[in-house]
């Protein structure tokens, strides 16, 4: 399954992921590149309520950034979730810290440093998923087992 995305001119696959505050994954939804961010969001959220958390009922603010925009993707997050979509994007012209730090962005830079997820390898997106996910099982792990943590 493969798509183009028109606005990052890339064919391929794209992953909407959700993560704590932490940058740990809670879910990860791999589709292709055309498919629109928002949907795929809201799906992710409502494959992680059919899990056995309590995680989802302690969230009070999602950060995201201006591709999850929009008031229907708000409603559809308070419905599931009870929780507020805050938009994080830079509103002037000039640099500035944000607010809040992107730790979906460090998540993504632990993928680089692991070769199978350095390129899309993979036919299968569950394929790609699993890779993901057994890439952050042992991010989760390195803490456990070993005295100097290091990625």
């Known amino acids: 399954m493969y798509g183009f995305d028109g606005c990052k001119k890339v064919k391929g696959r794209k992953g909407h992921t959700l993560v704590d505050s932490l940058g ?87 993928f680089n440093q692991y070769h199978r997820l350095s390129k899309d390898y993979e036919r299968l997106t569950q394929m790609r998923e699993g890779a993901i996910y057994a890439l952050m099982t042992r991010i989760m792990l390195l803490p456990l087992v070993s005295s100097t943590f290091t990625l």
């Open 24 to 110: 740990l994954m809670l879910k990860l939804v791999v589709s292709e590149a055309n498919a629109p961010e928002r949907i795929l969001a809201a799906y992710a959220l409502m494959e992680l309520l059919e899990e056995p958390t309590e995680l989802l009922e302690k969230v009070q603010v999602l950060w995201v950034d201006s591709g999850y925009d929009g008031d229907k993707f708000a409603l559809a997050v308070w419905f599931l979730i009870q929780a507020h979509v805050e938009v994080i994007g830079p509103t002037e012209q000039e640099f500035k810290v944000l607010p809040q730090p992107w730790v979906v962005e460090r998540t993504f830079g632990w």
